[in-house]
């Protein structure tokens, strides 16, 4: 298995590369391995994606560090923690969560500024600029270089607009995070305003955005990284209903749509996962 410090050195300059690089977001150490067997070159945990695992509507602190250490252990690519707030609203508690993050063996980690209360569910911006200061300060005091993004969720919760995006990724930037990430930006004007705006890596969730916007065009303002959330885990679930609901109805149609044994074998065998 190749070690931890290796792979965020991987994980670092795959950001470092004028490209964008695809960052897909498995939920358990068999989604994460038949990604693997695909040719991605990095994974991203999905906090949506434990919970949906879990029927809850949100996965715990512990389910996401346990989720971690799974998908970290499940392949040789280098993993990117889905950490929420830090499951703490005082910055050096959310900081925390990056060091537990790291004794799981993820490459990256992502700190948000979604304060997880509908009332008020985005942080001002000082603590929320202070909370990425104590998450960039944690990370370098990591034996691991992990790569810190910090993300402005403000538009997924109609809280302001995209001068207030910008606004929070230029502090965050300048608080010391490796990597800037807005979820929420749905077109391509909206996603080159930001990397326009700023000096360092932009990740764009395409979870969020059109459809229709292709990895070329994103290439060409700039993006950095482009991941997809939740997504690939509602996707599945989309089609287990689907199936679920023909046998409900006395149908059976569905399994002619399944996935071949002989492919998840292959993934699935040790040493298996083999780029395709």
Same mark, same amino acid.
């Given at each position: 298995?190749?070690?931890?410090?290796?792979?965020?050195?991987?994980?670092?300059?795959?950001?470092?590369?004028?490209?964008?690089?695809?960052?897909?977001?498995?939920?358990?150490?068999?989604?994460?391995?038949?990604?693997?067997?695909?040719?991605?070159?990095?994974?991203?945990?999905?906090?949506?994606?434990?919970?949906?695992?879990?029927?809850?509507?949100?996965?715990?602190?512990?389910?996401?560090?346990?989720?971690?250490?799974?998908?970290?252990?499940?392949?040789?690519?280098?993993?990117?923690?889905?950490?929420?707030?830090?499951?703490?609203?005082?910055? *050096?508690?959310? &900081?925390?969560?990056? =060091?537990?993050?790291?004794?799981? @063996? /993820?490459?990256?980690? !992502? %700190?948000?500024? +979604?304060?997880?209360?509908?009332?008020?569910?985005?942080?001002?911006?000082?603590?929320?600029?202070?909370?990425?200061?104590?998450?960039?300060?944690?990370?370098?005091?990591?034996?691991?270089?992990?790569?810190?993004?910090?993300?402005?969720?403000?538009?997924?919760?109609?809280?302001?607009?995209?001068?207030?995006?910008?606004?929070?990724?230029?502090?965050?930037?300048?608080?010391?995070?490796?990597?800037?990430?807005?979820?929420?930006?749905?077109?391509?004007?909206?996603?080159?305003?930001?990397?326009?705006?700023?000096?360092?890596?932009?990740?764009?969730?395409?979870?969020? *955005?059109?459809? &229709?916007?292709?990895? =070329?065009?994103?290439?060409?303002? @700039? /993006?950095?990284?482009? !991941? %997809?959330?939740? +997504?690939?885990?509602?996707?599945?679930?989309?089609?287990?209903?689907?199936?679920?609901?023909?046998?409900?109805?006395?149908?059976?149609?569905?399994?002619?749509?399944?996935?071949?044994?002989?492919?998840?074998?292959?993934?699935?065998?040790?040493?298996?996962?083999?780029?395709?």
């Amino acid at each position: 298995m190749t070690d931890q410090p290796a792979k965020a050195a991987r994980f670092r300059a795959l950001h470092e590369r004028p490209e964008p690089f695809l960052l897909p977001n498995p939920w358990d150490a068999g989604t994460a391995r038949l990604l693997a067997g695909l040719g991605f070159e990095a994974l991203a945990t999905t906090s949506l994606g434990v919970a949906n695992v879990l029927g809850r509507t949100r996965a715990g602190r512990q389910d996401v560090l346990d989720n971690c250490r799974v998908i970290s252990e499940a392949t040789e690519l280098p993993v990117n923690a889905d950490l929420e707030n830090g499951f703490a609203h005082e910055p *050096a508690e959310a &900081a925390k969560m990056i =060091e537990d993050a790291c004794a799981c @063996g /993820v490459a990256g980690a !992502s %700190i948000e500024d +979604a304060s997880g209360d509908p009332r008020t569910p985005i942080y001002d911006f000082g603590l929320a600029v202070e909370r990425v200061h104590a998450a960039v300060e944690a990370t370098r005091g990591l034996p691991v270089p992990l790569v810190l993004t910090a993300r402005a969720e403000n538009l997924l919760y109609g809280v302001a607009g995209l001068d207030d995006t910008i606004r929070r990724l230029q502090a965050f930037e300048a608080a010391g995070a490796d990597v800037l990430y807005a979820p929420g930006l749905r077109t391509l004007d909206q996603m080159r305003a930001v990397v326009s705006s700023v000096g360092r890596p932009v990740n764009v969730v395409m979870g969020f *955005a059109d459809p &229709a916007i292709t990895l =070329e065009q994103l290439a060409e303002i @700039g /993006v950095r990284r482009v !991941s %997809i959330g939740g +997504a690939l885990s509602r996707l599945a679930l989309r089609s287990f209903l689907d199936g679920a609901r023909q046998m409900r109805a006395g149908r059976f149609g569905f399994v002619t749509e399944m996935a071949a044994l002989a492919e998840l074998h292959e993934a699935f065998e040790p040493g298996g996962a083999t780029p395709r």
